[in-house]
């Protein structure tokens, strides 16, 4: 079995996932949603002509990466290799008290229940900070006697909700309304607070590491989330070794760890899937009208869309993107086509997705390897299975006064 990561196995393993995404980027940078042939197929014509033979249920059953042809099963290895990693230790949690996760829906309580399990820190913590609480399950959930909790939370209505709930359960917390980037936010950090931020996105746990590490925070929990949720268009690096590394990252490039549904229902992947079909073919519409071989970005359209006759569709997307429509398309070839592309883009997703674990890996370790410089002793690893939710890395960090 796998171990979780501490001390000098953070910057090792960082070193390796580096090389690894450096050398490879060819073929996971373009993506070919947008880009109708790619450069590494004439590096690898056997494994894109393959790919580009298979039927959108063969890339959805993911059969067994040794069927494919190379370089494939070799990179597949590697990645699984570089991203091997072990539960972090299990805390005896104190059962919940009763009816404490009313109003939670049922995964959101399982994974509170999975992140309060594994926050085994060396030293008992006094005051619990829940960092972008929503209404506070979190943190209600860790409160044990003799402990305070603090909630920060942008959204007011849900910080009267928590308030509420925690009267309710008679729980010595305090919710506050605060946006935690604004420069107030720092103050609720000093002192010996253990902060706590599940599936906080991009900014706004980044903000957390930086704030905690000059504010002397002593405890640190996260589970990074939306790597891709931050206001500038390229990724700032946070550790030395990641700055130093030759690695840019565009925004496209960090929404590559969120691109999987684990959790969607047949009904929603069925929209999904007409939806990016329908796309594939105005895409190939857009070509032949402008004459350009280039991609048209397009809004994000109401599902209600999917209703309307696909020449309709097609119609409305242009005048939306004041692009006019000249001669006779031939419809039914064009969602016809799409269809097929939508086939052929998944399947050389594929090789795509083998980077998608190492890169969230790469991230989530240039913040460990952060907070290490900043004097904490770091641990990675897992704090629930990947079914549960695709976001199952934590960050556990600690400090001595």
């Known amino acids: 079995m796998p171990s979780y990561l501490h001390s000098h196995h953070l910057s090792t393993r960082f070193q390796a996932l580096d090389q690894f995404l450096i050398e490879h980027q060819q073929l996971w940078k373009p993506r070919p949603f947008t880009t109708l042939r790619l450069d590494w197929e004439t590096t690898h014509p056997e494994l894109a002509t393959h790919l580009r033979q298979c039927s959108l249920a063969d890339a959805e059953t ?7 042809p190379a370089p494939f099963p070799q990179l597949a290895q590697q990645a699984q290799q570089l991203t091997a990693l072990g539960s972090l230790p299990q805390t005896d949690l104190p059962p919940a008290a009763h009816r404490l996760d009313v109003a939670v829906p049922g995964r959101k309580w399982q994974q509170i229940e999975a992140f309060a399990s594994h926050l085994a820190f060396h030293h008992q913590p006094r005051h619990w900070l829940d960092w972008c609480s929503g209404k506070g399950h979190l943190g209600r959930r860790l409160l044990q006697p003799g402990q305070q909790l603090t909630c920060l939370e942008y959204d007011a209505e849900l910080v009267a909700a928590g308030q509420a709930l925690s009267a309710h359960h008679h729980l010595p917390a305090q919710h ?63 550790s030395t070794a990641a700055q130093a590394s030759g690695l840019q990252l565009s925004l496209d490039d960090l929404g590559l760890p969120l691109s999987e549904t684990v959790t969607a229902g047949a009904r929603v992947r069925r929209q999904r899937d007409t939806s990016m079909a329908r796309r594939l073919g105005f895409d190939l519409l857009q070509r032949q009208q402008r004459q350009r071989d280039e991609y048209l970005p397009t809004p994000s359209l109401p599902v209600a869309w999917l209703e309307k006759p696909f020449e309709q569709y097609c119609r409305d997307l242009a005048e939306l993107k004041q692009l006019p429509l000249n001669g006779n398309p031939d419809w039914a070839a064009l969602e016809a086509a799409g269809w097929q592309r939508l086939a052929e883009v998944r399947n050389l997703e594929r090789v795509r997705n083998l980077f998608r674990r190492p890169l969230e890996v790469w991230l989530v370790l240039d913040r460990a390897l952060f907070l290490e410089e900043q004097g904490f002793e770091v641990r990675l690893g897992l704090f629930c299975d990947y079914p549960l939710t695709p976001r199952n890395l934590l960050i556990l960090a600690e400090r001595d006064r």
């Open 62 to 68: 993911d059969s067994a990466a040794d069927a494919l």
């Open 176 to 238: 506050v309304h605060q946006d935690v980037m604004a420069s107030d936010s720092a103050c609720h950090l000093a002192g010996e607070k253990s902060v706590v931020a599940l599936h906080a996105c991009g900014d706004l746990h980044v903000r957390l590491m930086q704030l905690a590490s000059q504010q002397g925070c002593r405890q640190l929990a996260i589970a990074p989330c939306c790597y891709n949720r931050i206001a500038v268009q390229h990724y700032q690096p946070l």
